[in-house]
C-alpha cells in the first residue's frame, strides 16, 4: 500500500509560481512511476505530467516549459514546479502512484491517489 498526501496549494497571481509537494509513504516507492493530474472546474481530471522510477519526464503539451516534475526517493518524496502561472491552471492537483514499470498518462494505469490541493491563479 502506498499513501500519497499533497501540499503546497494557493492562491497565486498570473505569472506566479508554486511548488507543490508530494509526501509518499509505504514499501519500494522508489519503484514506482508517479504522475500529476488535475481536475478544473466543471472539467475532467487531466494528465499534467509524470516522472519514472528512473527519472524520466514526460508532460502535457499545455504545461511543458512551465512545468517540472521532480523526485527525491530517499525521502519519498515527489514535486511540481510550476512557474508562469495562468488562471487556466486553476485546478485541484492531484498525485498518483503505479506500480507499472513505464510510467503512463493514463488515469486508469494509478494505483494510488493524493487527496489533492488546490491551485488557484487570480488574473
Known amino acids: 500500500q502506498v499513501q500519497l498526501v499533497e501540499s503546497g496549494g494557493g492562491l497565486v497571481q498570473t505569472g506566479g509560481s508554486l511548488r507543490l509537494s508530494c509526501a509518499a509513504s509505504g514499501r519500494s516507492f522508489s519503484s514506482y512511476g508517479m504522475g500529476w493530474f488535475r481536475q478544473g472546474p466543471g472539467k475532467e481530471r487531466a494528465f499534467v505530467g509524470l516522472?519514472?522510477?528512473?527519472?524520466?519526464?514526460d508532460y502535457a503539451d499545455s504545461v511543458k516549459g512551465r512545468f517540472t516534475i521532480s523526485r527525491d526517493s530517499a525521502a519519498n518524496m515527489v514535486y511540481l514546479q510550476m512557474n508562469s502561472l495562468k488562471p487556466e491552471d486553476t485546478a485541484v492537483y492531484y498525485c498518483?502512484?503505479?506500480?507499472?514499470?513505464?510510467?503512463?498518462?493514463?488515469?486508469?494505469?494509478?494505483?494510488?491517489w493524493g487527496q489533492g490541493t488546490q491551485v488557484t491563479v487570480s488574473s
Open positions: 516522472i519514472g522510477w528512473s527519472g524520466n519526464t
Open positions: 498518483a502512484a503505479t506500480r507499472r514499470t513505464s510510467a503512463t498518462r493514463l488515469i486508469s494505469n494509478y494505483d494510488y
